[in-house]
């Protein structure tokens, strides 16, 4: 769930607090997601990670507002140094553990209005600082250990109006509430936790031999997470695994991609890329107004989307892609990045909804002075793109 323009959007804070330069080198400053380095943080603090050749893993990155998935292959060299390849294309959603607090917090409100004494036009006012304090204790207290086998207790704060300090058919005593922990499991939790196992299923239906799943992540640290993953897969032979400080997998990992940044060995695209370029024209699928005639009476279709990474197919940490073109002197050209989410592949580099095409970044490309070169005449251009790290690199050679 991390865009292209994200990326460049951090990089660019980086040069502007002066944390690097822009005449840097791209490797002061290295990006990495955070299920990657997660995963890396596994291997090196979990004892229970003794993943053979060949074998899979999967981390769920559980987080306050996003569940993001990603799947790994183990593959070892002649060495016995491993290395992880994405296998399948990764998943992410907004599953997060705030909407658990959202749940929560319906819930009390509605258990609330029916202890507290209305005021004189016949509405129940809920004081807003007291009901915080009962959110905070919640989230801070009773979220992280809830595991189905306690109810939890809420004590009501000085600042609510009761109607009786108990009343046993509301689960009020003494000033404090109960909430069950069937209804805490079925009307808080199990909505989120059950479409986190969904997203988890779902993409283990494009692994092949999956043997762990990870755990990391504020919300990833929830016992009743651990459980119920455990008691969906674990019948199947994958273990659940939840690391120390979970919370901590993401920031520990990316010092570890800092020593080690060729661990990850292959990514999967989530996206097609390509560049704006003219192919031949056809009659029955292109429209006129993208046709031109080049010189000699050539006719050709402008605005094509020329692909040079194709969405779900995995790409290595140093692959370059390239694709040769003609430009015709003098007149500089300029190189347009685009990319497309769609199942399909792309076939007109036009920024539209229908097509779901954006440009990624735009660079010019001047024409050199060259000689015994003619207004008019040809020159060869080579597109060089490097995709297997996360940020994208784009060189040009001109007359090569």
């Not at 294309?89 to 029916?114: A, H, Q, V, Y």
């Not at 986190?196 to 990391?216: G, R």
């Not at 993953?229 to 674990?234: A, D, P, Q, V």
């Not at 095409?357 to 251009?381: Q, W």
Request: one cysteine or more.
């Amino acid at each position: 769930m991390w865009s292209d323009q994200a990326k460049q959007t951090m990089r660019q804070a980086a040069i502007d607090s002066g944390l690097i330069s822009s005449s840097d080198h791209r490797d002061r400053l290295m990006l990495i997601s955070e299920p990657e380095a997660a995963a890396l943080y596994c291997e090196k603090t979990c004892d229970k990670f003794d993943m053979k050749d060949g074998e899979e893993f999967m981390i769920c990155d559980a987080g306050g507002g996003t569940v993001d998935l990603i799947v790994f292959k183990v593959e070892h060299d002649a060495d016995g140094k491993s290395v992880f390849r994405e296998s399948t294309r990764g998943l992410g959603e907004t599953c997060g553990s705030m909407f658990i607090d959202l749940n929560f917090r319906k819930l009390l409100r509605k258990r609330l209005k029916k202890i507290l004494r209305p005021s004189p036009n016949g509405k129940v006012v809920i004081p807003e600082g007291p009901f915080e304090h009962m959110m905070d204790v919640f989230v801070d207290s009773s979220k992280p250990l809830f595991d189905n086998t306690d109810d939890i207790y809420c004590s009501v704060p000085m600042g609510f109006d009761l109607l009786r300090t108990s009343d046993p058919s509301l689960g009020l005593d003494e000033g404090t509430i109960t909430f069950t922990k069937e209804e805490i499991q079925c009307e808080v939790f199990d909505p989120v936790i059950h479409r986190i196992i969904q997203l988890c299923k779902q993409l283990q239906k494009d692994t092949s031999n999956l043997k762990a799943i990870f755990t990391v992540g504020g919300f990833g640290s929830s016992a009743y997470l651990y459980q119920q993953l455990e008691k969906e897969f674990s019948p199947e032979g994958i273990t659940i695994v939840q690391p120390d400080r979970p919370e901590m997998a993401v920031a520990r990992g990316a010092v570890i991609f800092g020593m080690n940044p060729t661990k990850i060995a292959t990514r999967v695209p989530r996206l097609w890329y390509g560049i704006k370029s003219t192919y031949p024209f056809d009659p029955e699928k292109d429209p006129e107004e993208y046709k031109v005639i080049r010189p000699g009476g050539l006719v050709r279709c402008d605005n094509r989307f020329s692909t040079f990474v194709e969405r779900g197919k995995p790409l290595d940490l140093r692959s370059c892609i390239i694709r040769h073109f003609t430009i015709y002197a003098p007149h500089k050209t300029a190189c347009s990045i685009f990319s497309s989410p769609s199942e399909e592949e792309p076939r007109y580099a036009v920024p539209s909804e229908v097509n779901e095409v954006k440009r990624v970044f735009d660079c010019d490309i001047p024409m050199p002075d060259l000689p015994n070169v003619r207004p008019g005449d040809p020159i060869p251009l080579t597109i060089k793109m490097y995709f297997g790290e996360l940020e994208h690199r784009v060189e040009a050679v001109i007359n090569d």
